[in-house]
């Protein structure tokens, strides 16, 4: 994007921003937003790997904590108590086996458990009286992430009546310059029409480029998630496999690096060139 952005330099007439952001695996969206408040962007392009795909789509993401709630008591006398494991663990079943909303594009709303934390712990002779999962929620165009924890509540109520709650978690995360910030873990998931401006324009930079202009959608979430969220016309293209990003050996094709240069660089005349 540099590279491309820096060749189409001399000619825009509009000023392009590159913006290099931290955590996007962690907080996706929450750096990009600082950058968003202080560019103003007319449009955004998410620069992750799409193998050279133009990205109209991509699932959102909300990081939820469920809680049962019990009784304590002896571990002698479990009678006299009402158990918070036993009962989120009936209420993992439940939600393993609820269909979750699905995108004819996107795929599944899936939920995928995290982690599991009981309190107090450890809890010796004792029944605990709490136990909170994390769940990973994706989320697709169209939900509310109210009605999505609303909806998690209500599958596993009848459980034990009233003694879950769930909320999107807001954990503390520390940047590498030691700065902390702990966001509200929301990630909007969004689409774009196929036939909007942006997305064709950089479909006619990518067949310029010499590449088979296709169109594709993310399984992964992106920062992209705060751009569309404010309304921000989004798109995503970037060289490498999707399947290759955010892992231990991960590589990416010179080739497509080469490519995807020339894409941004003509993406960036056709949207900001300076008027002839």
């Not at 571990?75 to 209420?91: L, T």
């Not at 393993?96 to 699905?102: M, V």
């Not at 999962?133 to 109210?146: A, I, N």
């Not at 399947?243 to 990416?252: F, G, K, L, P, Q």
Request: glycine share 8%; with cysteine.
């Amino acid at each position: 994007m540099i590279v491309g952005v820096g060749a189409a330099a001399a000619r825009l007439g509009r000023p392009v921003a590159v913006s290099s952001t931290v955590l996007e695996e962690t907080i996706e969206g929450v750096a990009l937003g600082e950058v968003l408040d202080l560019v103003e962007p007319d449009a955004v392009v998410i620069c992750e790997p799409s193998s050279l795909q133009v990205k109209t789509a991509q699932r959102g993401r909300i990081e939820i904590t469920l809680e049962a709630r019990g009784v304590p008591a002896h571990a002698a006398h479990p009678e006299r108590g009402s158990n918070p494991i036993d009962h989120m663990a009936r209420a993992l079943r439940i939600l393993a086996q609820t269909d979750p909303p699905e995108d004819d594009q996107l795929g599944p709303g899936i939920l995928v458990a995290t982690d599991v934390v009981s309190d107090p712990f450890p809890s010796i002779s004792l029944i605990s009286t709490t136990v909170t999962v994390r769940f990973d929620r994706r989320t697709l165009p169209g939900e509310e992430s109210d009605q999505v924890l609303e909806d998690l509540v209500r599958i596993v109520d009848h459980v034990a009546p009233g003694c879950f709650s769930a909320r999107a978690t807001s954990d503390t995360v520390v940047a590498y310059t030691g700065a902390t910030i702990a966001p509200l873990r929301v990630m909007a998931p969004w689409r774009i029409d196929p036939e909007h401006p942006l997305v064709q324009t950089c479909l006619e930079a990518v067949t310029i480029a010499g590449a088979a202009p296709e169109l594709g959608v993310w399984g992964f979430c992106t920062n992209g998630s705060e751009s569309a969220r404010r309304g921000i016309p989004t798109i995503g293209f970037g060289p490498g496999r999707e399947s290759d990003a955010h892992i231990e050996d991960e590589s990416v094709s010179v080739t497509e690096i080469q490519t995807a240069a020339v894409v941004y660089q003509h993406l960036a005349l056709f949207v900001a060139r300076e008027p002839a």
